[in-house]
């Protein structure tokens, strides 16, 4: 099965700026959909970018989509790390972020319905996680 492992969390200062990355090892598949989903404790995953590998075709929501940007490494060894730039951090963005794979399958529900639909960031589309990084962002 692929294994995820996310790094580069921490804590900055409002308005900071901070990339968290995922490596993914065991890919059968080249492309993939892969995404970012953070949790605040006592609520549920929400999914904040994701990308298909394949071509590199993004999807991030509205409310992010001018500060955070997605991308995936473009050399051997960085092809399959996944990469979230997050800029002008508020407190809110503070929760655990966890990067998750749908191995060999395009974002297909982002794809028909839009990132702004909360209803297209669905969990049980990815198949694997990695264990999450925290991302504190104070005022």
């Known amino acids: 099965q692929p294994q995820l492992v996310e790094f580069g969390g921490g804590s900055v200062q409002a308005g900071d700026s901070l990339t968290i990355s995922c490596a993914a090892s065991?890919?059968?598949?080249?492309?993939?959909?892969m995404a970012w989903f953070h949790q605040v404790p006592g609520k549920e995953r929400e999914g904040v970018a994701a990308?298909?590998?394949?071509?590199?075709?993004?999807?991030?929501?509205e409310s992010v989509k001018d500060r955070f940007t997605i991308s995936q490494g473009n050399t051997k060894t960085t092809k399959n790390t996944v990469a979230l730039q997050m800029n002008s951090l508020k407190p809110e963005d503070t929760a655990k972020y966890y990067c998750?794979?749908?191995?060999?399958?395009?974002?297909?529900?982002?794809?028909?319905?839009?990132?702004?639909?909360?209803?297209?960031?669905?969990?049980?589309?990815?198949?694997?996680w990695g264990q999450g990084t925290q991302v504190t962002v104070s005022s």
């Open positions: 990308i298909y590998t394949g071509t590199g075709e993004t999807y991030l929501p």
């Open positions: 998750a794979i749908r191995p060999g399958g395009r974002c297909i529900r982002l794809a028909q319905v839009g990132p702004d639909r909360p209803d297209a960031w669905v969990p049980g589309d990815f198949f694997n």
């Open positions: 065991r890919l059968i598949n080249p492309a993939n959909c």
